[in-house]
């Protein structure tokens, strides 16, 4: 089962960017679709973006345009691209690929 390790994670001013890394243990190709997650304090986790093997993109409709998601197969790792952040998108963000859950990192925009 493949092993994902999230990074990049902080504390960012309102309208600031971030870049995730989801580094996986194994090659990804054979891995369809990843995803990255998030976690609100005392809510539910939610689907941020997802991404096929093919290239093909997914987003939540709160983060449309402001989100990036990509996946580099030779370093077996996943991307979120982060700009105009809002206070509302702090959380701990999630990667997910297989059956497998990264262990989170925490994102926190101030207003």
């Known amino acids: 089962q493949v092993q994902l390790v999230e990074s990049g994670g902080g504390l960012v001013q309102a309208g600031g960017s971030l870049r995730l890394s989801c580094a996986a243990s194994?090659?990804?190709?054979?891995?369809?679709?990843m995803g990255w997650y998030r976690q609100a304090p005392g809510k539910q986790r939610e689907l941020v973006a997802t991404?096929?093997?093919?290239?093909?993109?997914n987003y939540a409709d709160s983060v449309k345009g402001r989100f990036t998601i990509s996946r580099n197969s030779a370093k077996n790792t996943v991307y979120l691209q982060m700009n105009s952040l809002k206070p509302e998108d702090t959380g701990v963000y999630y990667c997910?690929?297989?059956?497998?859950w990264g262990q989170g990192t925490q994102v926190t925009v101030s207003s």
């Open positions: 997910q690929g297989e059956k497998s």
């Open positions: 194994r090659s990804i190709l054979s891995i369809y679709i």
């Open positions: 991404i096929t093997s093919g290239g093909s993109t």
